[in-house]
């Protein structure tokens, strides 16, 4: 019988891996960023207004004829090169019946027995060690409209008093990328599911072919987990649907593992469904029993010929794909020095690009790492967006790391300085100067708040004169917080040892 599934902890995991092994699969949606939908003309912008970019054909209305997208099919072949798949001779779409609120036809166009690309892999690295993931199939299919349930506390269909349809985004051109299953992970299975689903995101974004936005559903994923005793068959797999961050896939896989291994321990039976992923709570909830392939009547698109790629045509997008995150990430952790970790961790905040262009624009690459994974990371976290989203550019961050490194600023005045850049300002100088965020190292201008730092502050000035030179930080700490973090540390240091008559 299903359970609720509580928010799972590293023990936990350990726990049920001294038991079970778990096996996880991914299928993973991107929305491909055409300018037109996938059978017809209709506009894909995010953001219209409901129900304004439909359509006879994208609604399904009776007489409406399909015509398939050329860019979206090229699109989905440049993937499949990518994850280094066999690109089909043949391919074809087939009719996926079923009936849901947000299906305007009841059955959505999409490939079943001839998918567009075939059996590719690509290699993830987590914490040092090298886990090769295997592509079963890329293929091509349209979106789904989009649901809204009203008047419940969720936004799910339990508890809401009416729904509403929205079909801008019924015929989206949608690629799934299906993995074959990952097994011996063991306990870094949930890291390797997160490790994959960021490289195929970058691979997207270097490829050109979708935005690969999870929050706005571009790309979101689809997460099968199944646990058996080692030795034995697989176990029945669940499927947690639409996981939309990069965090609660790792959270899906790790929680879903947990979930399991009670009930097989009680001798009960896992049942395959599909759940819900909540990414306030990190809790599943039971959707629906998961149909087989059976269950969705698929048969050949009446109105749509078959594919067949010129191998021609195919080498030429081959030729033409650009660096590869893989390589490009190799070739970067090289030549900037870093760790397996260092990297993943900028790989994993979506920073790489960032922090990349930072360094071209003349920061050092640890300046670089350190406002795009700290300050600006923060900041982008508050926001509920990426770093690379916020209203500060790679060449901006370079002049603020620049302003510290001449020591014009120190680092808690850059970080006003990037209020005032994110909030319109100008360039960093200009804000600098506009609030009167320089540094003070006049030694004459210094003079007043350490001679008041030393009155303010007797007893840490004997030890200082008793030969406890260390103690000078409190007093330099003193003057700091007297000129709002404007004086020159190491000025106010020297100027107070030079007032107490003490030398190092």
């Known amino acids: 019988m299903s359970t609720q599934t509580k928010p799972a902890n590293d023990a936990a995991l350990q726990d049920v891996l001294a038991t079970y092994e778990p096996v996880v699969g991914l299928e993973t949606h991107v929305e491909l960023g055409t300018a037109s939908k996938m059978f017809c003309g209709c506009a894909t912008g995010f953001g219209a207004e409901p129900n304004t970019q439909v359509c006879p054909v994208c609604l399904g209305l009776p007489g409406a004829l399909p015509v398939p997208n050329a860019d979206a099919i090229e699109a989905t072949i440049r993937i499949g090169l990518a994850l280094g798949c066999t690109i089909a001779e043949h391919s074809r779409f087939s009719r996926k019946n079923y009936f849901y609120p947000d299906m305007p036809k009841n059955f959505q166009t999409s490939q079943y027995d001839d998918p567009l690309c075939e059996n590719g892999a690509i ?4 914490d040092g060690q090298t886990y090769t993931v295997e592509i079963e199939r890329v293929h091509l299919e349209e979106d789904t409209g989009k649901s809204l349930h009203v008047g419940g506390s969720t936004g799910r269909i339990q508890g809401a008093t009416h729904s509403l349809v929205d079909f801008n985004r019924a015929g989206i051109p949608l690629v799934e990328i299906v993995t074959r299953p990952i097994v011996g992970a063991g306990q870094m299975a949930p890291a390797v599911a997160r490790a994959y689903a960021t490289e195929l995101r970058e691979i997207c974004r270097a490829l050109g072919v979708s935005e690969v936005r999870m929050e706005q559903g571009s790309m979101r994923c689809d997460v099968n987990v199944s646990l058996n005793k080692p030795g034995e068959p697989w176990g029945t797999r669940t499927e947690t649907k639409n996981v939309n ?3 609660s896939v790792e959270r899906a896989v790790r929680s879903e593992i947990i979930r399991q291994a009670p009930i097989l321990d009680d001798g009960g039976s896992i049942m395959q469904e599909t759940r819900h992923f909540h990414e306030d709570s990190g809790v599943s909830t039971p959707g629906r029993s998961k149909e087989e392939a059976t269950d969705y009547r698929y048969f050949p698109e009446p109105d749509l010929v078959p594919m067949t790629p010129d191998p021609e045509w195919v080498a030429q997008l081959a030729d033409g794909l650009p660096e590869l995150p893989g390589a490009r990430q190799g070739r ?36 670089a790492r350190k406002w795009w994974t700290g300050e600006l990371a923060r900041r982008a976290n508050e926001a509920g967006i990426e770093a690379r989203e916020l209203a500060i550019t790679p060449q901006q961050v370079a002049q603020v790391a620049a ?24 360039e960093p100088e200009a804000v600098m100067e506009a609030r009167g965020l320089a540094v003070v190292s006049d030694t004459g201008a210094l003079g007043a708040a350490v001679d ?13 004169k008793g030969g406890k030179i260390a103690a000078a930080g409190a007093l330099v700490g003193a003057v700091m917080k007297a000129t709002r973090g404007q004086a020159d540390a190491a000025t106010a240091r020297t100027l107070i040892l030079e007032r107490l008559g003490v030398s190092e």
């Open 332 to 367: 970067l952790q090289q030549e900037w020095g870093l760790s397996d970790k260092e990297m993943s961790t900028l790989v994993g905040a979506g920073a790489l690009e960032s922090v990349a262009a930072t360094i071209a624009a003349g920061a050092s690459t640890a300046d």
């Open 245 to 247: 961050s990069l965090r």
């Open 452 to 464: 008041e730092a030393i009155a303010a502050n007797p007893d840490v000035a004997e030890k200082v």
């Open 123 to 126: 290699d993830v690295r987590v």
């Open 403 to 426: 302003l510290v490194a001449s020591g014009r600023i120190n680092d808690k005045l850059a970080r006003q300085v990037v209020d005032g850049v994110l909030a319109g300002e100008g």
